[in-house]
């Protein structure tokens, strides 16, 4: 069965920290780039950051310079350091693997954990 399970999520004040984490399972791990994805109230999901099979990573300009996502594999798991956080980065955030084969996509998601910044 797959499975891709957030956590740490929370509340905090703005300024301040948060790390998520993703675990995998059912899958082939290595094989899927890693996205983190957010969905704040009344707007449309985005693209937070991703991390390729072979470690490259990219972000949204919004969150550049102060999230950092990572991955490891032995453990099947994505993290997503968030620093600096902002009442703007209030939102659900879920963990997303995606693999391209043939032109063909395969996207799995988690059921998202809440961040909420507020002071």
């Known amino acids: 069965q797959v499975r891709l399970v957030e956590s740490g999520g929370g509340l905090v004040q703005p300024g301040g920290s948060l790390r998520l984490s993703c675990l995998a399972s059912?899958?082939?791990?290595?094989?899927?780039?890693m996205k983190w994805y957010r969905q704040a109230p009344g707007k449309e999901r985005e693209l937070v950051a991703s991390?390729?099979?072979?470690?490259?990573?990219h972000y949204a300009d919004s969150v550049k310079d102060r999230f950092t996502i990572s991955r490891d594999d032995a453990a099947n798991t994505v993290y997503l350091e968030m620093n600096s956080l902002k009442t703007e980065d209030t939102a659900v955030y879920y963990c997303n693997a995606f693999r391209s084969i043939l032109a063909r996509n395969y996207n799995m998601w988690g059921q998202g954990t809440q961040v909420t910044v507020s002071s």
């Open positions: 991390i390729s099979t072979s470690g490259s990573a």
């Open positions: 059912g899958f082939i791990f290595v094989n899927y780039a």
